[in-house]
């Protein structure tokens, strides 16, 4: 909103300077967002016009609807500066024309909706250009000039808050007011030309048959002033808010008049308003008043009685305030005092301030006029006490750690995603990944549905940055997917995916590295360190069905389980996926939901005895069928439980030279130890040729020379 | 017989003197030191001497050996090193060495943290909530009624009529204090999700928001808080100035500016001339969103306050384009190693 020095100046006497104007109000909750400053000559209908202007952006907050004019500013101005704050204009100016004839049936139907309607006929009205000083003022706040009557309308509202409407008094049919509700479906052309249709909840103003305006929110066409109109009827009136508020959102027609009233008018300055409109309406206009200000009454808010502490605002505030210095700020801003004794007051604030209710509402007037600055900064005395901890956090936080360290950047995507990418990622009807929420009101298409699992956008990264060249990439990303419940909750289940994606070079650019890409192995590798951190144990990966992940190569990817419930896969990206966002080298990736790890309980580790004898190690490599798994060999030799073998892993895996082609060779390193003595060379090599022997039998194994 | 001692002495210099490489130093010390030594044998013609005699040249002849020892470590060191010098290079040092992949936070996910840090380091700790809200939580709970004009200061993205994309973290405020009993200290960081999006609005983007609820909290306590973080994040020097402003569950409410380190309060682009930049919101505690969560606003008081880390992160490290953020270009990202 907009205000000039001037204009102000017609309500308070004012001598600051404009920068101190605009100080002063933005540290009292006005914010001046812009200054500019006006260098001709403004001709005002104050005496002495000033050579120099000075015009205010000012953000006006939703709660201040007082403020959203020009008196409304002054009288602000004046509770800041502790000035007397005076409008002139109306009573001395304004004298009731002798016989007024001409009545006019106004009634108002619902009176919940409509707190006060005020009409006058001003007849021999000459519709024309407004003057020159009237055109400067709108221009001045960014407002077009229209004609007289409408220009006189808009200077009303911008100067005192008032919105007004003026109807062609001769196009009211029946020369009648109803204040009603709409009809189901009933029609009307808006001022702005284009057809409205109405339903039951609006309220409109309606002549014998048909409604003329939409109350508070914009007139009929039907209705409207045009340059023959010689009679207007002028409304003046209090609606209440929120149907106001309802109306202008259902038709999507905001309007000057309709933030006003949704916000909620003065319903102590309705009467002033309109007679100061019917004065300049006669004096610019050459109209003459022939009716008189009729009013019909509907519920119109009434003042409230509130007690307010002193002590209360001392402690909310934190600030040794005197009493008479809170009264009196209180008594600045209009606030009546009723009664009061020693530690309570009964106050009664202006209808005007519908955002003062309760008690705290008076604090923060305090609390702003005394201003901030002076608020002195301390420190609580907090007492000392131990919060629970957020374990979901902790899992966040702990992820991303770990995948930081591992050499990985994080990248950040939105939540919401393209509906191309589940097209894209072929994931099957049944999966539950394809029921995606989708939103009402999206930015775009592109951004229209929440996400599901994390790989697609996590792969969009990687088609952005190989557009620029960039094909070593080594992304994570640790999120919320949005996974629509099957039960009664109307939220949606929200789980804590981690994912990873690989692609280029296996070691960082160097003379000294070998110029290889990643494999298989690396994303294995990884995603086994990762969950590592989350669980030692009840972690399994399984070769991975293709319908469940359509998206990965067929023989290059595992399923990844916790306590036999899957929690995510690992392995390639199918190259036909990655084909749809021309992507042609191989990209490795994992996802996991980590939701299943958030109640693992604390547990602390417990300390094993170091073992006392020293351990034997044997290493055997065999020489076996190429399709079998080592995992199967492992688990054969484990599950024999051989007394002393400690433990057993893999040191080689060969193919090629020297190996047949359907074969390959699988070193294994065999630890002996025993806790009671130090085994000796022989019973070890015993022990360890007579396991040796039942391996070669148990998988038709060769030994390797 | 000292005198014999003290020839063998500066003989024993002389050759030191002269050796230019180890083998020849080690000849040295043999001839004076070893079992052959000059030094060693004079030491075998002691039982000849008179008793008076005896303890006097033993003391002179073991000073001596002592004297030559540390002569020839002495020697042994400078040796050691001009002789590697002058050898065949093995290594080019100046190659660098083998180093693993270094990754990085996402920068919005760092000055989190960092936010974080300095709020746990005063006594808050984090709560978390869905993202996807019931509207009770997002607005009715905090004193945001449906047909309120406090609605229109956030574009909201809907799922269905009463769900909606959080626009704020404070539903975590409500859902905390629901679930526990004053006093509580609460920071709440997370995604956040409004209808906005060009040139300065992300349609996501994140948010902290802190709550402090106890008996005798104040607006002054509220200041003191908030001064000592944004001089902890920017600098101790940071000036810090308090407006009234309003947020429908707060009151009193606050915007929180801080002196623009740009131009230094003089004016520029990036504080819009005016020398302030708005960081924070913030405001004690209404005591309708007191009475909604079941707490007697007669018996506590409390301060919230939130911020935008996209703010907090353009500040520090001068990023001024905030779509960056999210395009997760591989060039960006690199440089918050
Ligand atoms: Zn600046």
Same mark, same amino acid.
């Given at each position: 909103m907009?205000?000039? %020095?001037?204009?102000?100046k017609?309500?308070?006497?004012?001598?600051?300077?404009?920068?101190?104007?605009?100080?002063?109000?933005?540290m009292?909750?006005?914010?001046?967002?812009?200054?500019s400053?006006?260098?001709?000559?403004?001709?005002?209908?104050?005496?002495?016009?000033?050579?120099?202007?000075?015009?205010?952006?000012?953000?006006?907050?939703?709660?201040?609807?007082?403020?959203?004019s020009?008196?409304?500013?002054?009288?602000?101005?004046?509770?800041?500066?502790?000035?007397?704050?005076?409008?002139?204009?109306?009573?001395?100016?304004?004298?009731?024309?002798?016989?007024?004839?001409?009545?006019?049936?106004?009634?108002?139907q619902?009176?919940?909706?409509?707190?006060?309607?005020?009409?006058v006929?001003?007849?021999?009205?000459?519709?024309?250009?407004?003057?020159?000083w009237?055109?400067?003022?709108?221009?001045?706040?960014?407002?077009?000039?229209?004609?007289?009557?409408?220009?006189?309308?808009?200077?009303?509202?911008?100067?005192?808050?008032?919105?007004?409407?003026?109807?062609?008094?001769? *196009?009211?049919?029946?020369?009648?007011?109803?204040?009603?509700?709409?009809?189901?479906?009933?029609?009307?052309?808006?001022?702005?030309?284009?057809?409205?249709?109405?339903?039951?909840?609006?309220?409109?103003?309606?002549?014998k048959?048909n409604?003329?305006?939409?109350?508070?929110?914009?007139?009929?066409?039907?209705?409207?002033?045009?340059?023959?109109?010689?009679?207007?009827?002028?409304?003046?009136?209090w609606?209440?808010p929120?149907?106001i508020?309802?109306?202008?959102?259902?038709? *999507?027609?905001?309007?000057?008049a309709?933030?006003?009233?949704?916000r909620?008018?003065?319903?102590?300055?309705?009467?002033?308003?309109?007679?100061?409109?019917?004065k300049?309406?006669?004096d610019i206009c050459?109209?003459?008043?022939?009716?008189?200000?009729?009013?019909?009454?509907?519920?119109l808010?009434?003042?409230?009685?509130?007690?307010?502490?002193?002590?209360k605002?001392?402690?909310i505030?934190?600030?040794?305030?005197?009493?008479?210095?809170?009264?009196?700020?209180?008594r600045?801003?209009?606030?009546?005092?009723?009664?009061?004794?020693?530690d309570?007051?009964?106050?009664?604030?202006p209808?005007?301030?519908?955002?003062?209710?309760?008690?705290?509402?008076?604090?923060?007037?305090?609390?702003?006029?005394?201003?901030?600055?002076?608020?002195?900064?301390?420190?609580?005395?907090?007492?000392?006490?131990?919060?629970?901890?957020?374990p979901?956090?902790?899992?966040e936080?702990?992820?991303?750690?770990?995948?930081?360290?591992l050499?990985?950047?994080?990248?950040?995507?939105?939540?919401?995603? @393209?509906?191309?990418?589940?097209?894209?990622?072929?994931?099957?009807?049944?999966?539950?990944?394809?029921?995606?929420?989708?939103?009402?009101?999206?930015?775009?298409?592109?951004?229209?549905?929440?996400?599901?699992?994390?790989?697609p956008?996590?792969?969009?990264?990687?088609?952005?940055?190989?557009?620029? @060249?960039?094909?070593?990439?080594?992304?994570?990303?640790?999120?919320?997917?949005?996974?629509?419940?099957?039960?009664?909750?109307?939220?949606?289940?929200?789980e804590?995916?981690?994912?990873?994606?690989?692609?280029?070079?296996? %070691?960082?650019?160097?003379?000294?590295?070998? @110029?290889?890409?990643?494999?298989?192995?690396?994303?294995?590798?990884?995603?086994?360190y990762f969950l590592?951190?989350?669980?030692?144990?009840g972690?399994?990966f399984?070769?991975?069905?293709?319908?469940?992940?359509?998206?990965?190569?067929?023989d290059?990817?595992?399923?990844?389980f916790?306590?036999?419930?899957?929690?995510?896969?690992?392995?390639?990206?199918?190259?036909?996926?990655?084909?749809? %966002?021309?992507?042609?080298?191989?990209?490795?990736?994992?996802?996991?939901n980590?939701?299943?790890?958030?109640?693992?309980?604390k547990?602390?580790?417990?300390?094993?005895?170091?073992p006392r004898?020293?351990?034997?190690?044997?290493?055997?490599?065999?020489?076996?069928?190429?399709?079998?798994?080592?995992?199967?060999?492992?688990i054969?030799?484990l599950?024999?439980?051989?007394?002393?073998?400690?433990?057993?892993d893999?040191f080689?895996?060969?193919?090629?030279?020297?190996?047949e082609?359907?074969?390959?060779?699988?070193?294994?390193?065999f630890?002996?130890?025993?806790?009671?003595?130090?085994?000796?060379?022989s019973?070890?090599?015993?022990?360890?040729?007579?396991?040796i022997?039942e391996?070669?039998?148990?998988?038709?194994?060769?030994?390797?020379? | 017989?000292?005198e014999?001692?003290?020839?063998?002495l500066?003989?024993?210099?002389?050759?030191?003197?002269?050796?230019s490489?180890?083998?020849?130093?080690?000849n040295?010390?043999?001839? %004076?030191?070893?079992?052959?030594?000059?030094?060693?044998?004079?030491?075998?013609?002691?039982?000849?001497?008179?008793?008076?005699?005896?303890?006097?040249v033993?003391?002179?002849?073991?000073?001596?050996?002592?004297?030559?020892?540390?002569?020839i470590s002495?020697?042994?060191?400078?040796?050691?090193?001009t002789t590697?010098?002058?050898?065949?290079?093995?290594?080019?040092?100046?190659?660098p060495?083998?180093?693993?992949?270094?990754?990085?936070?996402?920068?919005?996910?760092?000055?989190? @943290?960092?936010?974080?840090?300095?709020?746990?380091?005063?006594?808050?700790?984090?709560?978390?909530g869905?993202e996807?809200?019931l509207?009770?939580?997002?607005?009715?709970?905090?004193?945001?009624?449906?047909?309120?004009?406090a609605?229109d200061?956030?574009?909201?993205?809907y799922?269905?009529?009463?769900?909606?994309?959080?626009?704020?973290?404070?539903?975590?405020?409500?859902r905390?204090?629901?679930?526990?009993?004053?006093?509580?200290?609460?920071i709440?960081?997370?995604?956040?999700?409004?209808?906005?999006?060009?040139?300065?609005?992300?349609?996501?983007?994140?948010?902290?928001?802190g709550?402090?609820?106890d008996?005798?909290?104040?607006?002054?306590?509220?200041?003191?808080?908030?001064?000592?973080?944004?001089q902890k994040?920017?600098?101790?020097?940071?000036?810090?100035?308090f407006?009234?402003?309003?947020f429908?569950?707060?009151?009193?409410?606050?915007?929180?500016?801080?002196g623009?380190?740009?131009?230094g309060?003089s004016?520029?682009?990036?504080?819009?001339?005016?020398?302030?930049?708005?960081?924070?919101?913030?405001?004690?505690?209404?005591?309708?969103?007191?009475?909604?969560?079941?707490?007697?606003p007669?018996?506590?008081?409390?301060?919230?306050?939130?911020l935008?880390?996209e703010?907090?992160?353009m500040?520090?490290?001068?990023?001024?384009?905030?779509?960056?953020?999210?395009?997760?270009?591989?060039?960006?990202?690199e440089?918050?190693?």
């Amino acid at each position: 909103m907009k205000v000039s %020095y001037s204009g102000l100046k017609e309500f308070i006497p004012l001598n600051i300077s404009e920068t101190e104007l605009s100080y002063s109000l933005t540290m009292k909750g006005i914010e001046v967002e812009d200054i500019s400053v006006i260098e001709h000559e403004v001709i005002l209908t104050v005496d002495k016009p000033p050579a120099k202007d000075y015009i205010f952006e000012l953000s006006v907050t939703p709660n201040r609807m007082d403020c959203l004019s020009f008196m409304g500013i002054a009288r602000e101005l004046a509770a800041i500066y502790d000035i007397s704050f005076h409008n002139k204009k109306i009573e001395i100016d304004y004298k009731e024309p002798y016989k007024l004839n001409l009545t006019v049936p106004i009634s108002i139907q619902n009176s919940d909706l409509c707190g006060i309607y005020v009409g006058v006929v001003i007849d021999k009205v000459k519709i024309g250009q407004s003057p020159e000083w009237l055109k400067k003022f709108l221009e001045n706040i960014g407002v077009r000039s229209i004609n007289n009557v409408v220009d006189i309308t808009n200077y009303i509202m911008f100067q005192w808050g008032q919105p007004l409407h003026a109807f062609d008094f001769d *196009k009211l049919e029946g020369h009648e007011i109803i204040v009603r509700n709409a009809r189901e479906g009933e029609k009307i052309k808006t001022l702005d030309g284009k057809e409205r249709i109405l339903d039951s909840s609006m309220l409109v103003i309606a002549d014998k048959y048909n409604p003329v305006g939409i109350a508070g929110v914009m007139g009929g066409e039907s209705s409207e002033v045009t340059t023959d109109t010689k009679t207007i009827l002028l409304e003046a009136a209090w609606f209440l808010p929120q149907s106001i508020r309802k109306t202008a959102k259902k038709l *999507k027609l905001p309007s000057e008049a309709s933030h006003r009233f949704e916000r909620g008018v003065d319903p102590e300055g309705v009467m002033d308003a309109c007679k100061r409109a019917v004065k300049l309406l006669c004096d610019i206009c050459g109209g003459a008043q022939t009716s008189q200000f009729i009013t019909a009454n509907g519920n119109l808010p009434k003042r409230k009685r509130i007690i307010f502490k002193p002590e209360k605002a001392r402690k909310i505030i934190g600030a040794k305030l005197k009493d008479n210095e809170m009264i009196n700020i209180l008594r600045r801003l209009g606030i009546d005092i009723i009664s009061h004794d020693i530690d309570n007051f009964i106050l009664s604030p202006p209808l005007r301030r519908f955002d003062i209710t309760e008690e705290i509402d008076f604090i923060e007037e305090i609390s702003r006029i005394v201003g901030f600055e002076n608020i002195q900064a301390t420190y609580p005395k907090t007492p000392v006490f131990i919060q629970p901890e957020e374990p979901l956090y902790k899992l966040e936080t702990s992820a991303k750690d770990i995948l930081k360290n591992l050499g990985l950047f994080q990248v950040i995507n939105y939540s919401f995603t @393209n509906p191309k990418n589940i097209k894209n990622f072929a994931v099957s009807e049944s999966d539950k990944r394809i029921n995606t929420i989708s939103l009402q009101n999206p930015i775009s298409y592109e951004q229209s549905e929440m996400r599901t699992f994390l790989l697609p956008q996590i792969v969009e990264n990687i088609q952005h940055n190989i557009a620029f @060249n960039k094909r070593d990439l080594r992304l994570f990303e640790v999120g919320k997917v949005f996974i629509k419940d099957d039960n009664t909750s109307p939220l949606p289940l929200e789980e804590i995916h981690a994912a990873v994606v690989l692609t280029g070079r296996k %070691y960082p650019p160097s003379w000294t590295y070998p @110029n290889e890409n990643v494999d298989f192995y690396d994303i294995k590798g990884m995603a086994e360190y990762f969950l590592n951190f989350f669980s030692e144990t009840g972690i399994e990966f399984m070769e991975g069905n293709n319908t469940d992940e359509p998206f990965m190569l067929a023989d290059a990817h595992l399923d990844i389980f916790y306590n036999n419930i899957k929690i995510g896969y690992l392995g390639e990206i199918s190259p036909n996926i990655l084909k749809n %966002y021309d992507i042609l080298t191989k990209v490795f990736a994992f996802e996991i939901n980590l939701l299943p790890f958030s109640d693992i309980n604390k547990h602390y580790k417990r300390f094993q005895p170091l073992p006392r004898f020293p351990n034997i190690s044997r290493d055997t490599a065999f020489i076996l069928d190429f399709n079998l798994s080592s995992q199967e060999i492992l688990i054969y030799i484990l599950q024999k439980n051989i007394e002393f073998l400690n433990n057993i892993d893999i040191f080689d895996v060969y193919t090629g030279k020297n190996i047949e082609k359907d074969k390959k060779s699988l070193g294994i390193r065999f630890n002996y130890m025993s806790d009671e003595r130090t085994l000796t060379d022989s019973e070890v090599d015993e022990i360890h040729n007579s396991l040796i022997e039942e391996v070669l039998s148990k998988f038709d194994a060769k030994l390797r020379d | 017989m000292l005198e014999k001692i003290k020839n063998i002495l500066s003989q024993a210099n002389e050759e030191l003197e002269k050796v230019s490489d180890l083998a020849g130093l080690d000849n040295i010390r043999v001839s %004076y030191l070893g079992k052959k030594g000059h030094l060693t044998l004079i030491l075998r013609t002691l039982g000849s001497l008179s008793p008076e005699e005896r303890p006097v040249v033993g003391d002179s002849i073991n000073k001596a050996k002592a004297e030559l020892e540390e002569k020839i470590s002495l020697k042994k060191e400078t040796l050691e090193k001009t002789t590697s010098k002058s050898s065949t290079k093995l290594l080019d040092l100046t190659l660098p060495g083998r180093t693993p992949f270094k990754g990085a936070y996402h920068p919005i996910t760092q000055i989190l @943290n960092e936010i974080c840090d300095i709020f746990t380091s005063l006594g808050f700790t984090v709560s978390q909530g869905p993202e996807i809200e019931l509207d009770f939580y997002n607005f009715e709970a905090l004193n945001i009624p449906a047909e309120h004009p406090a609605r229109d200061m956030q574009d909201t993205f809907y799922v269905s009529d009463n769900v909606v994309l959080r626009t704020h973290t404070s539903p975590i405020q409500i859902r905390t204090m629901q679930k526990r009993k004053p006093p509580l200290k609460i920071i709440a960081p997370g995604k956040v999700y409004r209808c906005d999006s060009d040139i300065t609005h992300t349609p996501m983007f994140h948010q902290i928001e802190g709550l402090h609820v106890d008996k005798d909290l104040s607006f002054s306590h509220l200041k003191g808080l908030l001064i000592q973080f944004l001089q902890k994040f920017f600098s101790a020097d940071t000036k810090v100035r308090f407006r009234p402003s309003f947020f429908p569950f707060t009151e009193p409410s606050a915007e929180v500016d801080i002196g623009c380190m740009m131009c230094g309060g003089s004016g520029c682009r990036v504080c819009k001339g005016t020398g302030w930049i708005e960081v924070l919101g913030a405001g004690m505690v209404h005591p309708q969103v007191f009475r909604n969560v079941g707490y007697d606003p007669a018996e506590f008081t409390g301060y919230a306050f939130g911020l935008g880390i996209e703010r907090f992160t353009m500040l520090r490290y001068g990023i001024n384009d905030i779509r960056l953020y999210y395009e997760n270009d591989i060039r960006f990202l690199e440089q918050f190693k």
